[in-house]
C-alpha cells in the first residue's frame, strides 16, 4: 500500500528543506526524501566549513520562520554590514553600507553543514514530514491525478504534486524533459577557509582583477585569530595551476589577489575546485511537477545569490500552494503550478542575466573596456539611490518584477 501525501519533495538540502517546513507549517502533509544520511560532518572552530553561504535579510527571515535559524550557535554566524568592491586593473571602486540603507547588516555567513543540520533538525520534529533519507527515487509516474513514487528501498509513496530540490543536476528535470539553456561560465571556483592577521572589519571584501574573481567573506573571530572564507574565480587551467601550488605559495598568491589589503596567515580547511555553469530550465512546472533552487538554475556565485534565490523559490511556491490548498484546489493541476513559475521566472533570469553581465564586465582586460569600467565604478560609487536599490534587491526586499 502507498503512503499518502500532499507533496513529496526529492532533495533536503538548504531549499527542499526549508520548503518541508514551510509546506508543513501550513497544514500540507510531506515526504522528504533524499539519497543523503541527514548527518554532516561539522567543523569545530577555529576551522570552519570550506563552503558557506551568504545569507540575505530576505532568506534570514524564512529560516527563522521555519524554526530553523534560531538553533544556528552565534559562534557560527557572522553578520556583515559592509561590502567593498574594487578592480584589481584601475581605481574602480564600490562600496556599501548596511547603516546607510537602513538594514542591520547586509546578510550572514553560515557554513552550509551549519544550516543543513538547524533545518534537518527542525524537519525531525515536525510532525507533518516524514523523512526518508539514504533513499532514492527509483521511479515515478505523473499523472493528472498525482503522482506515484517507489523509493529505491521498496516503499511506495502517493501524492498530489513532486517538488524537485534535487540541486543543480536533478535526475527528476531530466527524467521529466525539462529543458535548460545553460553554458560553461570558463570558470573555476576555489574555496576554503584561511586564516587572515587582521580583523575583516565584517566586511565582505571583493576583487575583481587580473587574479580573478576573488572574495574574502567574514566568518567569526576566535581569541583574537581572524578567518574569511574565500570564494576565487578563475578559469579552469589557472585554477588546476593554483590548486597544485603548496599551502605558502597559495597564500602568497592570495595575499598579491587581494592587492595586499590583508596577509594570509594560513589555510585551515582543504581547497575545493568547483566548476561553476549557467543553467535555468525554460519552465519551471509541468503537470504534477515543479523544480525548485538549483534545480531550475544555478549562477555564478560571485554575488553569492545562488541559495538565495532558491529561498525566494520556497517563498513563492509556499505562498501559492498554501493558498491552492486553503481553496481546495489540486496541488499538482498546472494551472495552480504556473502560478509559481509566473512569481519566480522574471526575478530568476534578471539575476541570471545580471551575473552573466558581471563575470563578462569584469573579465576583460582590453584597455578601453577596463577605462569604462572604473569609470562606470566611481559614477556608481557616488550614486546613493542606485546603490540602495542594488543594496535591496540583493537583500531579497525587492525584485525585478
Ligand atoms: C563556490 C560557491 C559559492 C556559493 N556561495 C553562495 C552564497 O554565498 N550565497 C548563496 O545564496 N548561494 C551561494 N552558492 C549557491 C548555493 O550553494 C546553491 O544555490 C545551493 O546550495 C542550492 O541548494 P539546493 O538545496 O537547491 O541544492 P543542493 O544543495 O545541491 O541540494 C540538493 C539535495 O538533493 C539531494 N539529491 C540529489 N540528487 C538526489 C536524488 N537523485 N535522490 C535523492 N536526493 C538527491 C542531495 O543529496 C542534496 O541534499 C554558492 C555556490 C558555489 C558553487
Not at 529505491?152 to 524537485?164: F, V
Amino acid at each position: 500500500m502507498a503512503k499518502q501525501y500532499d507533496l513529496i519533495i526529492v532533495g533536503a538540502g538548504m531549499v527542499g528543506s526549508l520548503a518541508s517546513l514551510l509546506l508543513a507549517n501550513s497544514s500540507l502533509r510531506i515526504a522528504l526524501v533524499d539519497r543523503h544520511n541527514g548527518d554532516y560532518a561539522l567543523s569545530v572552530p577555529p576551522s570552519y566549513d570550506a563552503r558557506v553561504s551568504a545569507i540575505s535579510c530576505q532568506s534570514k527571515a524564512l529560516l527563522e520562520a521555519a524554526g530553523a535559524w534560531q538553533s544556528i550557535p552565534q559562534n557560527r554566524l557572522a553578520a556583515y554590514n559592509n561590502m567593498v568592491v574594487w578592480d584589481g586593473l584601475g581605481e574602480g571602486y564600490i562600496d556599501f553600507n548596511a547603516r546607510k540603507t537602513q538594514l542591520p547588516e547586509l546578510g550572514h555567513l553560515v557554513e552550509n553543514a551549519i544550516l543543513c543540520t538547524s533545518l534537518m533538525t527542525e524537519v525531525k520534529q515536525s510532525s507533518n514530514i516524514d523523512l526518508y533519507l539514504a533513499d532514492e527515487v527509483e521511479n515515478h509516474e505523473l499523472s493528472e491525478s498525482g503522482v506515484t513514487v517507489s523509493l529505491l528501498s521498496g516503499r511506495q509513496l502517493e501524492a498530489q504534486a513532486i517538488i524537485a530540490a534535487d540541486g543543480a543536476l536533478s535526475k527528476l528535470r531530466t527524467e521529466n524533459a525539462f529543458e535548460t539553456v545553460e553554458w560553461d561560465y570558463g570558470h573555476q571556483a576555489m574555496v576554503a577557509t584561511i586564516e587572515i592577521d587582521r580583523a575583516h572589519e565584517n566586511t565582505a571584501w571583493q576583487s575583481f582583477g587580473e587574479e580573478g574573481i576573488l572574495a574574502f567573506l567574514p566568518l567569526p573571530s576566535v581569541d583574537d585569530r581572524h578567518f574569511v572564507s574565500i570564494v576565487w574565480s578563475v578559469p579552469p587551467q589557472e585554477a588546476d595551476s593554483l590548486m597544485a601550488l603548496d599551502d605558502q605559495a597559495f597564500c602568497k598568491r592570495l595575499g598579491y589577489a587581494i592587492s595586499q589589503r590583508f596577509s594570509v596567515l594560513d589555510i585551515t580547511t582543504d581547497r575545493q575546485s568547483i566548476p561553476l555553469r549557467q543553467r535555468h530550465a525554460k519552465q519551471y512546472v509541468k503537470t504534477g511537477i515543479a523544480l525548485i533552487g538549483d534545480a531550475a538554475h544555478t549562477i555564478h556565485p560571485l554575488a553569492g545569490q545562488g541559495a538565495n534565490l532558491g529561498f525566494g523559490d520556497v517563498k513563492a511556491l509556499v505562498d501559492v500552494l498554501s493558498k491552492a490548498h486553503r481553496r481546495g484546489e489540486f496541488l499538482g493541476a498546472s494551472r495552480v503550478l504556473r502560478r509559481y513559475q509566473r512569481a519566480r521566472m522574471l526575478d530568476n533570469i534578471a539575476m541570471a542575466a545580471g551575473m552573466e553581465g558581471f563575470k563578462r564586465l569584469f573579465g576583460t582586460q582590453q584597455p578601453l573596456l577596463v577605462q569604462l569600467r572604473n569609470q562606470g565604478m566611481a559614477h556608481f560609487h557616488n550614486n546613493t539611490s542606485l546603490k540602495e536599490k542594488l543594496v535591496a534587491r540583493a537583500a531579497g526586499l525587492s525584485s525585478f518584477s
